[in-house]
């Protein structure tokens, strides 16, 4: 059936700006098709634009085009050639319904403020009367319109049925356990004042407004914590009625209430994952390398009726970032997803309002973390290949990005860098220095399906940063364009893999020449970048990979979910998915088809048979001190080390109240003073900031410095709230993010003291006590 355009029966101010919109669009689209007519490329005829093409853009069904599909149509079309991706009918769909027209489209449309404009009682939160008034002005303005009511994706979504009603008194509580305990399936109860919450909660989705509520934990009352949905395709893809993705904010109103140590909590649906256990694998394979968001499983009952199973993971936070770095200060990011793919760091110019759009800043809004991060992204995509390293390490942590990189693509992300220059988290610390961190961990571990579009690879694209660049201006968004070379109508065949839904033969060298990835296209054209890279790579597959580390992980939860999942009536997938998602290898044969184990042991032998990374060693990482803290990047500004300590003194020196305790010596080598305010020491790799050195205190170039490891608070001089063990033990020296040093030791003698002799990384020998001086060995 053709296609038909109504006509609007009348004309409005609004309607003649966007006509004029269309106009321009049309123009533009015009003049790059008489430009590829002129180099005898693809006709109009064999552009998307052909009419079995055209039935996408009808989002209602009704076989006509209305007004604001055709508007929809020109911009994503738009959006389409100087992007290189093409988005499916249903996401238009998606896009369509949530009225992401008039300058919607990208990652940072923004939300409705209602809050404090409906707040009559000024208590911090709308009531029911509020929030019924909130809502009229949430229907009246379509760019804001929350998409609670519109179609869902067409999916094989099993069917919603009312859970079975459970009361707190019915489950077993783990009030010892922390809120990430993997051994443990705790309930979190949700009591809402209404029974229409999920209708309410659903048109706020895209406002500021959080839905009042109880929550109740191992027994203990939260009271008024705020509830909103979350999520992008795990809300808009998921009908009414069905299990969707939630946020609960524990510092709603009470600031100080937290859960466990954390003020907030997501909930995830697993839309898509059968196995529920994609965001778990991730974390826990991520966390030998990075910082990583925590996740585990929990069950959620909201209004006495269960819906089911949920994947609970770590907010990228303040209390993320104390517990991985020590510290709550610095600048985040986080990169949404986005189908236009250019949140990839690239250089766009000096204007901060074109990174706003890409990037969604979580702290506190600041002038000069902008200007840094658009320092990251000139030095990254304009520094020549030769001076790139020199001029990158100081402001970038590169061995944890090759890291991010190498996880990214190994475990296939689907929603990850290597594909969409999105979903991702960026941490400005303290000392200047960026890093990038995973954030959306639930598309990883999938299989090969049908790819819903183009990636970034599949188009052939010149960017010439000499030239003017244009800007389409739509409402009050403004998308940068640059010129285009090449056929940018007819797909292009990847260099290299298979874009966009990766699966276990997905090409780790995938888009090294995408000008829109600089983390993969500029880093890894460094040879020593490319060989970590690769090594890391190696690693992964070899030893994280390996089917004796995450076999007794899908296992454990399999046994812990299995009887929750057969009773779940919220479910997104059968149970019978669940079970083949899950299943177990039969020995030392091919684990079954579909399942996680089946592609981890397919990508593992991919990875470990790949012509450019078999002949690599494995990489020797330190997991305990890396998984539960730091990157493990030792900071080469800080030229200081341990260099000696004694765990026994019995009649060595005294302190300066006279007593025999044990001590630390650290020495700079380096050729200039050191100033070691606020790094710290610890004795514990799970408290890596257990002792601060006091502000003011220095070591000069090629000097020592003595700390007594003593717990004594009332004498002169530097002194720790930890002693050392004479059984054995360990030192670590910290810079906020960095591990500057670390010396793990055995059993001590008594009077007999450790450390290092021929340099600062050099083993730890025995050595004859002489503090404040050059070492001596024993004999």
């Known amino acids: 059936m053709k296609m038909k355009v109504s006509t609007p029966e009348k004309r409005n101010p609004e309607m003649v700006i966007t006509r004029f919109n269309t106009l321009i669009f049309t123009i533009l689209l015009l003049f790059i098709v008489i430009k590829l007519h002129a180099q005898k490329t693809s006709s109009l005829e064999n552009h998307d634009l052909k009419q079995q093409n055209l039935d996408r853009f009808d989002i209602d069904g009704d076989t006509q085009l209305s007004q604001e599909e055709i508007d929809l149509m020109f911009e994503v079309i738009t959006m389409e050639v100087f992007t290189g991706q093409t988005l499916s009918q249903e996401e238009l769909r998606d896009i369509g319904h949530t009225h992401v027209r008039r300058g919607r489209i990208g990652p940072n449309r923004p939300e409705q403020k209602l809050t404090r404009k409906f707040d009559t009682d000024k208590n911090g939160f709308l009531d029911s009367i509020e929030r019924q008034a909130a809502l009229k002005e949430v229907q009246q303005d379509n760019r804001f319109r929350g998409p609670g009511g519109r179609k869902p994706r067409r999916r094989p979504f099993q069917p919603s049925t009312p859970g079975l009603k459970i009361s707190p008194e019915d489950v077993q509580s783990y009030p010892t356990s922390s809120l990430y305990d993997p051994a443990v399936l705790r309930t979190i109860f949700i009591e809402f004042g209404t029974e229409n919450w999920e209708n309410e909660m659903a048109k706020f989705k895209n406002t500021d407004v959080e839905m009042p509520a109880t929550i109740i934990v191992d027994g203990k009352k939260y009271p008024t914590v705020g509830i909103k949905f979350r999520g992008q395709s795990s809300f808009g893809h998921v009908p009414a009625q069905s299990k969707r993705s939630l946020n609960i904010s524990m510092d709603f109103i009470h600031h100080n209430q937290r859960l466990y140590g954390y003020k907030t909590v997501n909930l995830l649906n697993c839309n898509g994952d059968a196995s529920f256990l994609s965001s778990i694998l991730y974390s826990r394979l991520a966390a030998d390398y990075l910082p990583v968001p925590k996740a585990n499983m929990v069950k959620v009952v909201i209004n006495n009726e269960s819906w089911g199973l949920y994947c609970n993971v770590q907010q990228y936070n303040k209390d993320f970032l104390k517990d991985f770095y020590g510290t709550t200060s610095g600048a985040r990011w986080k990169v949404p997803g986005s189908p236009e793919a250019d949140g990839g760091l690239r250089y766009l110019g000096e204007d901060i309002g074109i990174y706003r759009q890409r990037f969604e800043i979580k702290s506190r809004e600041s002038e000069d973390a902008w200007k840094a991060l658009i320092n990251l992204c000139k030095v990254l995509d304009q520094t020549p290949t030769e001076d790139l390293p020199d001029s990158i390490e100081p402001i970038l942590n590169v061995d944890g990005v090759l890291r991010f990189l190498a996880i990214d693509i190994a475990v296939a992300n689907s929603d990850g860098y290597w594909t969409r220059a999105s979903d991702y988290s960026i941490y400005l610390d303290d000392f200047g220095v960026f890093h990038i961190l995973p954030h959306d961990m639930n598309e990883s571990f999938r299989h090969s399906r049908h790819p819903r579009g183009r990636s970034p690879d599949d188009i052939e694209q010149t960017v010439d940063e000499n030239s003017n660049k244009q800007r389409i201006v739509e409402g009050k968004r403004a998308i940068e364009t ?258 500057v040093d670390e010396i793990s030791f055995g059993p001590q003698l008594s009077d007999v003291s450790s450390g290092r002799i021929s340099s600062p990384e050099g083993k730890v020998k025995k050595l004859r006590p002489t503090p404040n001086a050059p070492n001596q060995l024993r004999y």
């Open 482 to 739: 640059e010129p285009l070379s090449g056929n940018i109508f007819e797909r292009s065949r990847p260099s290299r893999g298979r874009p966009r839904h990766g699966g276990p033969t997905l090409d780790p060298l995938l888009g090294l020449d995408n000008p829109r990835m600089p983390l993969r296209s500029k880093l890894l054209s460094v040879p020593a970048y490319r060989t970590d890279y690769l090594r890391y790579l190696r690693t992964i597959a070899e030893v994280s990979m390996a089917r004796e580390n995450l076999s007794p992980v899908i296992d454990h939860y399999r046994n812990l979910m299995i009887d929750e999942v057969k009773i779940d009536t919220k479910k997104l997938l059968s149970y019978d998915d669940f079970v083949q998602a899950t299943s177990e290898p039969e020995d030392d044969r091919t684990s079954p088809t579909g399942s996680l184990n089946n592609f981890i042991d397919r990508r593992r032998e991919f990875l470990l048979n790949h012509e450019e990374i078999k002949n690599f060693d494995v990489v020797d990482i330190d997991q305990r001190i890396i998984a539960e803290k730091f990157t493990g990047l030792k900071n080469p500004r800080i030229t200081v080390s341990i260099s000696e300590f004694l765990a026994s003194n019995k009649l060595i020196n005294r302190n300066s109240s006279g007593q025999f305790g044990d001590w630390i010596e650290l020495f700079n080598y380096g050729s200039k003073d050191i100033d070691l305010s606020g790094m710290c020491l610890t004795n514990d790799p799970d408290e890596m900031s257990k002792w601060k050195i006091p502000i003011g205190t220095s070591i000069r170039s090629g000097g020592y410095l003595l700390i007594w490891a003593d717990k004594n608070k009332n004498s002169e001089g530097l002194h720790t709230n930890f002693k050392l063990s004479k059984n054995g033990g360990s030192i670590i020296l910290t810079s906020d993010n960095y591990v």
